[in-house]
């Protein structure tokens, strides 16, 4: 199945997280608890969120196209992946649950 490694991930305010992509088509955007498969900024009015857009990737390489998030507070931030089916598949996770 479709999964972050690792989906749960711990970090300090002011660290960058780097997310990096395997083949063949996937993103990394922002959601909100209990709603892991909506952007972020749908879930509720003045919300800001982050995609990745689609990166696609045909092989697997030492170098992979990456993205990165800033972690600006401690609150928890949660992801998923917005390549069709992906999230219901269970590709989503969290920065400091």
């Known amino acids: ?3 972050f490694d690792p989906n749960d991930i711990k970090a300090n305010v002011g660290d960058i997280v780097e997310f990096r992509f395997y083949p063949q088509n996937h993103s990394v ?4 608890y209990k709603q892991p498969c ?16 689609f990166v696609p990737t045909q092989l ?11 972690v ?9 992946c917005s390549a069709p089916g992906a999230c219901l598949d269970g590709m ?6």
């Open 38 to 53: 909506i952007p972020y900024e749908y879930t509720a009015p003045g919300r800001v969120g982050f995609w990745s857009g």
């Open 92 to 97: 989503i996770g969290v920065i400091n649950a």
């Open 29 to 32: 955007v922002r959601s909100a």
């Open 1 to 3: 199945g479709h999964s």
């Open 60 to 70: 697997v390489t030492t170098n992979p196209p990456k993205f990165e998030v800033r």
């Open 72 to 80: 600006n507070d401690s609150e928890p931030i949660f992801f998923y």
